[in-house]
């Protein structure tokens, strides 16, 4: 029962750069949802899918690329990497009833130098 | 712009007492709302959910809502060091929207 899987777990990158953040969920959620999170900036939503195929963008989308190819997996694509995309990444999912809240994955530290 | 407030914190609460967390919101169509834990280097838990006005218990934790003053609180009963944390309030109308948090620290 593993729930919503990030990897890696820490990542340095040098700028310029670029990396695949993954997330994959085995909950047949139909709701994937990046989020990433700065010291006392809250949770910021960078993309978000409601199906296979479908994404969209969230507040904070420049500089990052989604695809949905498969219910299960939701992987974020950062190009060109800058100092200002170092945080902290959440893949979160949910079934995506109301009265329902996401689960997220235990994140990815990346810091980018 | 949709907007989800927290006062920061940190709220210190001794050991043993009632630990009171605030939130207000500012879209009077949200329809379901939501407390998440958060420890230190680790990710948002859900703790509680409410969308009918009035309270909801599960345990120490109590969530009131009043939606005609777009508020919602947490009660944590009989807190305990393991509660120190920060608590993110969150709204959902098509997505979830999360405050900022409020870091919770409980006096040993």
């Known amino acids: 029962n593993a729930g919503v899987t990030q990897t890696p777990k820490f990542r340095i990158l040098k700028i310029g750069q670029s990396m695949t953040l993954q997330c994959t969920q085995d909950?047949?959620?139909?709701?994937m949802y990046w989020y990433r999170q700065d010291p006392g900036m809250g949770l910021k939503l960078i993309y978000y899918?409601?199906?296979?195929?479908?994404?969209d963008k969230g507040e904070v989308p420049n500089g990052y690329n989604v695809s949905r190819s498969t219910t299960e997996d939701f992987p974020l694509r950062l190009e060109l990497a800058a100092p200002s995309q170092t945080s902290v990444y959440f893949c979160?999912?949910?079934?995506?009833?109301?009265?329902?809240?996401?689960?997220f994955g235990s994140g990815t530290r990346l810091t980018v130098v | 712009q949709k907007e989800v407030e927290q006062n920061s914190g940190p709220l210190s609460v001794p050991e043993g007492a009632i630990a009171s967390l605030n939130c207000t919101y500012s879209?009077?169509?949200?329809?379901?709302f939501f407390w998440y834990r958060q420890y230190s280097g680790k990710s948002p838990e859900l703790i509680m959910f409410?969308?009918?006005?009035g309270d909801k218990e599960d345990g120490r934790f109590t969530a009131q809502l009043n939606k005609a003053s777009q508020y919602v609180s947490l009660l944590i009963r009989d807190s305990q060091p393991s509660d120190s944390a920060t608590y993110l309030c969150?709204?959902?109308?098509?997505?979830?929207?999360f405050g900022k948090g409020t870091r919770l620290h409980i006096l040993p």
């Open positions: 969150a709204v959902r109308d098509d997505k979830i929207i």
């Open positions: 879209d009077r169509g949200s329809q379901s």
């Open positions: 979160a999912s949910s079934h995506g009833g109301r009265v329902e809240g996401y689960t």
């Open positions: 899918s409601v199906g296979a195929g479908i994404t």
């Open positions: 409410i969308y009918s006005n």
């Open positions: 909950m047949n959620h139909n709701y």
